[in-house]
């Protein structure tokens, strides 16, 4: 199986370290030179950091990409050109924080330094490559491996136990026992999201701003991670507007664009004038579809999911439920160089920072009373005093 790896220079043979021996005496010889200088190439050598990604790939403008961005432009200073890496000016850099962290970056309590680290990067093309791939990694004695993606959990597991020495980032799933408890390993820091809480704030605006009433979700496998989606949009919106006709697409899968934008194609045939795009590159497809609806004249919008979509369709993007990806991944490697990664379970949410919302660009009618709308939900949900359901389900039945 062919492996294609991205990175600064990652042949195979630069991968490789040797390791010295121990010496077993004072006595013992001194390496030769040879030897010596390889070890001291191997000290000055930038500490290296791998990451696997999912099947949508690098540009899939969601999971990859957030984590990708938390590793490259945040952790190592370098943008991913063409083929190969070019640093980050210091002004690019901050451009990049910024960009996703908004107001929160000047909030937090230490400088978000570039970490001079070496990024390993592994495309897998099919699900099954993620265990090899995490083997290739682990065998080259990269010291922290970084996945995104439910469908990793599997394979970093399996790795995990392999190679205890090493660490693993999994962003988006707990580890499962057979029985699906979730459990620990000391070498694995899981991550997981209250998405809903983000979802419902969306939701509440896709509400105020509707004037067909009709408001379509375009959803990707019908999984619990994507019904936890579709819940808390669906209360926010019942929040806001409780008549708005509400409908629902599953693709059935993550990778389909032309899928993805067929199904927004027919939300928008039957009415639908905000869409809630859930679907990995189906989503894209989905807004790929409002964004040429908008541009013949259309008064439609589409909300996305992960990432803050807005450069594809800046016309048509109303918001995004931003999971902070990047910054989980950058606060996984900068602990890693610290020494003070642990593995265990993390929950993140609008309390912690770990979601939130993309800013509302576009302007409507009644924005402004529209966006307090949502900063006093906010503030409701993080003091409980709205508890956003995490599957359809948990709705209060239609009347």
Not at 58 to 68: K, P, V
Not at 315 to 338: G, H, N, T
Not at 366 to 385: C, M, N, T, V, Y
Request: glycine share 10%; aromatic share 6%.
């Amino acid at each position: 199986m062919r492996l294609p790896v991205l990175g600064l220079v990652l042949a195979l043979s630069s991968l490789s370290a040797c390791k010295s021996r121990k010496e077993e005496s004072p006595a013992a010889p001194a390496p030769s030179p040879a030897v010596a200088k390889e070890q001291e190439d191997s000290a000055a050598r930038p500490p290296r950091v791998g990451i696997v990604l999912s099947l949508g790939g690098r540009g899939d403008q969601s999971f990859n990409d957030s984590a990708l961005r938390g590793l490259e432009e945040w952790a190592s200073g370098v943008k991913y050109v063409g083929d190969a890496y070019r640093p980050l000016s210091p002004e690019e850099r901050q451009a990049s924080l910024q960009g996703s962290l908004g107001e929160d970056l000047a909030r937090r309590g230490s400088p978000m330094e570039a970490l001079g680290v070496t990024p390993l990067v592994i495309q897998s093309r099919v699900a099954e490559d993620y265990e090899p791939n995490l083997q290739l990694l682990a065998d080259q004695g990269v010291p922290l491996s970084l996945t995104v993606g439910f469908l990793m959990e599997n394979a970093v597991e399996t790795a995990a136990k392999r190679n205890p020495s090493m660490n693993y980032l999994l962003v988006d799933s707990p580890l499962l026992t057979p029985q699906g408890k979730p459990y620990t390993l000391p070498n694995v820091r899981t991550v997981v999201f209250r998405e809903e809480e983000g979802c419902f704030l969306v939701g509440a605006l896709a509400g105020l701003v509707t004037k067909t009433g009709k408001v379509g979700f375009v959803g990707g496998m019908e999984i619990p991670l994507v019904k936890r989606y579709e819940a808390g949009f669906r209360a926010g919106l019942a929040a806001t507007h409780p008549k708005a006709t509400f409908m629902a697409s599953y693709t059935g899968g993550f990778t389909h664009f032309a899928l993805g934008k067929q199904v927004g194609q027919d939300l928008l045939a039957k009415d639908a004038d905000v869409i809630f795009a859930a679907a990995g590159v189906d989503g894209l497809g989905a807004i790929q579809a409002v964004k040429e609806a908008r541009d013949e004249g259309k008064t439609v919008y589409v909300i996305g999911v992960d990432s803050d979509p807005s450069h594809l369709a800046p016309k048509a993007v109303l918001s995004a439920v931003v999971k902070r990806v990047d910054l989980v991944v950058y606060e996984a490697v900068r602990d890693q160089l610290a020494g003070t990664f642990q593995g265990g379970d993390q929950n993140l949410g609008l309390k912690e920072g770990g979601i939130t919302y993309a800013p509302v660009r576009l302007d409507f009618p009644g924005k402004d009373e529209a966006l307090r709308a949502l900063q006093a939900f906010k503030a409701k949900i993080i003091s409980g005093e709205i508890r956003v359901p995490t599957h359809p389900d948990q709705l209060p039945a239609a009347p």
